[in-house]
């Protein structure tokens, strides 16, 4: 069973920057393949970023691309997402999730959330204007 713990969420001003942060437990890290999901209130949780258990390829939504980097540090169970020129509408929970199999895939795959085996609780990213 993988548990995964995020940080670093919370209330940041229009132009900011925000770094979270997911650490994994309960599986070799580097195995993992990570995403990074959001979901502002009353909407569908939707698509952020993924990062494979190498460090590439990565994925990014088409909003935040340019904005937001996703990375990992294997030797330390955790994956990052620095988020840039945050934008009221970046208002959200932001989750991070895990899958165990090897398949690479596509944007296509790896920005379903059926893709995914294993979910945090979140952490609240505010932007205010």
């Known amino acids: 069973q993988v548990q995964l713990v995020e940080s670093g969420g919370g209330l940041v001003q229009a132009g900011n920057s925000l770094r979270l942060s997911c650490v994994a437990s309960g599986s070799t890290f580097s195995r993992l393949n990570m995403g990074w999901f959001r979901q502002a209130p009353g909407k569908e949780r939707e698509f952020v970023a993924a990062i494979t258990g190498s460090g590439t390829p990565t994925y990014y939504a088409n909003s935040v691309k340019g904005r937001f980097t996703i990375s990992r540090d294997n030797a330390k169970n955790t994956v990052y997402l620095q988020m840039n020129s945050l934008k009221p509408e970046n208002t959200a929970v932001y989750y991070c999730?895990?899958?165990?199999?090897?398949?690479?895939?596509?944007?296509?795959?790896?920005?379903?959330?059926?893709?995914?085996?294993?979910w945090g609780q979140g952490t609240q990213v505010t932007v205010s204007s």
């Open positions: 999730a895990a899958r165990k199999t090897s398949y690479i895939g596509g944007i296509a795959y790896v920005s379903l959330t059926t893709t995914y085996d294993y």
